[in-house]
Nanobody, 127 residues
Framework: QVQLVESGGGLVQAGGSLRLSCAAS????????MGWFRQAPGKEREFVAV????????NYADSVKGRFTISRDNAKNTVYLQMNTLNPEDTAVYLC????????????????????WGQGTQVTVSS
């Protein structure tokens, strides 16, 4: 069992930055691919970013590429999402998730492969 707790959300003006954190407890953190997803009101949950178990591979949704950076610290059991140049379309609840399966290009963006989820943290970007 893995427990995930996100933090760092809030209200920010367009063009601003936020850094989200996701602290994990439970089983070995480094055994999990970690992803960030987001869900806006009335919309489906969408993939944002992913980082492999060792941290050596990252991938991003096209909508955030060049603006967001995912990283992890396996010694601290924490994954981060640095979000820069935010715009109102980034407003959503951001959730981190853990996938204990193999990292590959097919599954990392698909939420059904992630076994554990946090409760989410709200990010609101004002124009």
């Amino acid at each position: 069992q893995v427990q995930l707790v996100e933090s760092g959300g809030g209200l920010v003006q367009a063009g601003g930055s936020l850094r989200l954190s996701c602290a994990a407890s439970g089983r070995t953190f480094s055994s999990y691919t970690m992803g960030w997803f987001r869900q806006a009101p009335g919309k489906e949950r969408e993939f944002v970013a992913v980082i492999s178990k060792s941290g050596g591979i990252t991938n991003y949704a096209d909508s955030v590429k060049g603006r967001f950076t995912i990283s992890r610290d396996n010694a601290k059991n924490t994954v981060y999402l640095q979000m820069n140049t935010l715009n109102p379309e980034d407003t959503a609840v951001y959730l981190c998730a853990a996938d204990g399966g193999p990292y590959n290009n097919y599954r990392y963006s698909r939420s059904q492969y992630y076994e554990y989820w946090g409760q989410g943290t709200q990010v609101t970007v004002s124009s």
